[in-house]
């Protein structure tokens, strides 16, 4: 069964898109099927992927599939890896956030729509915009869980006191399954004391929902994403790259599955251990 999870921090920049994408890629080399939702007007994940829709009028996007004019299935696109996919999104998401105030069960819409694709996947990634809005709370409210992406600076744990408060709204009033996938430290620079300390101290609080693997700072990774690649097909030896294929080990590690156990695939991490701050 598909597992749809929501890549959100309502700070901007903080590498929500960077980690949806190289994510994302990085599990599709170890074989499994996932799709990225671009759900952020800005399109960065479509471009990203080498898939932008930005002045397109033609292709369907995000923005229709939530509208209910395509379906999800009719705007899916295939990408350059194998096993990845993405619905892309431009501008036009914009008005969505608009023009649904007033619709029915407007809090649903994706959820409804990705009903349908939700099993052809072993992932879905929603990467969400650095907003608290109608876009976020519809992928939460479609998701399993939330991947928080939180860049190792002053202040990061303030920002995410916001995000947590929406989770726990959606959780008392949509979506009561809705879990914490984890916390990924971004941008890390190991030879900065305060980032150390900022590291710690974000372990301290979260605890286990930490991902072990923290991504550095890397220009490699902003490189990528200008020339529409993934990090796994600019430099496959970058410290951005090893990173996000350590991290993306720790997400199976800690997703799996009975029927991958059947496949010999074994781990010894913990499954989604539980933190009583979440
Ligand atoms: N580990 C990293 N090392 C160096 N640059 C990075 C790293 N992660 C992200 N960046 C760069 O930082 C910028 C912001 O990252 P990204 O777009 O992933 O953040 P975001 O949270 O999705 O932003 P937004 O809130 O605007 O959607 C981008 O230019 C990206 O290329
Ligand atoms: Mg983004």
């Known amino acids: 069964m598909g597992k749809i999870i929501s890549v959100a921090n309502q700070k901007g920049g903080v590498g929500k898109t960077t980690t949806t994408v190289n994510l994302a890629a990085s599990l599709s080399l170890a074989d499994q099927r996932v ?25 369907p996007t995000t923005y229709q599939v939530l509208m209910g004019e395509v379906t999800a299935a009719a705007a899916i696109r295939k990408t350059e890896i194998d096993h990845l996919d993405i619905i892309p999104a431009n501008t036009h998401l914009t008005g969505a956030e608009i023009e649904l105030v007033g619709a029915f069960a407007r809090e649903a819409k994706l ?12 992932y879905i990634f929603i990467d969400c915009p650095p907003t608290l809005g109608l876009l976020t709370v519809n992928a939460l409210n ?3 869980s939330v991947l928080v992406p939180l860049q190792a600076e002053f202040f990061a744990l303030e920002g995410i006191s916001q995000l947590m408060t929406t989770v726990k709204l959606v959780r008392e009033n949509l979506n009561s399954a809705l879990e914490i996938e984890g916390v990924v ?13 900022i590291e710690g101290e974000v372990r301290n609080h979260f605890g286990e929902k930490v991902f072990k693997t923290h991504i550095p ?5 902003s490189e990528c994403t200008s020339f529409g690649k993934p990090i796994v097909l600019y430099d496959v030896n970058s410290k951005g790259c090893i990173a996000y294929l350590d991290l993306a080990r720790e997400f199976m590690a800690r997703n799996r599955r009975p029927e991958q156990d059947l496949k010999g695939n074994t781990s010894n991490e913990q499954a989604n251990v ?3 701050q979440l």
Request: proline letters at 5%; charged letters at 30%.
């Open 35 to 59: 799709l990225v939702l671009d759900f952020d007007p800005q399109g960065n994940a479509s471009s990203a992927l080498g898939a932008s829709v930005q002045g397109d009028e033609e292709t």
């Open 111 to 122: 959820k409804n729509a990705l009903a349908e694709i939700k099993d052809k996947y072993d």
């Open 142 to 144: 479609a998701s399993q």
């Open 185 to 197: 430290l971004t941008m890390v620079n190991p030879t900065i004391k305060l980032t150390r300390e």
């Open 217 to 221: 700072r890397n220009i490699k990774l």
């Open 274 to 276: 539980e933190h009583p």
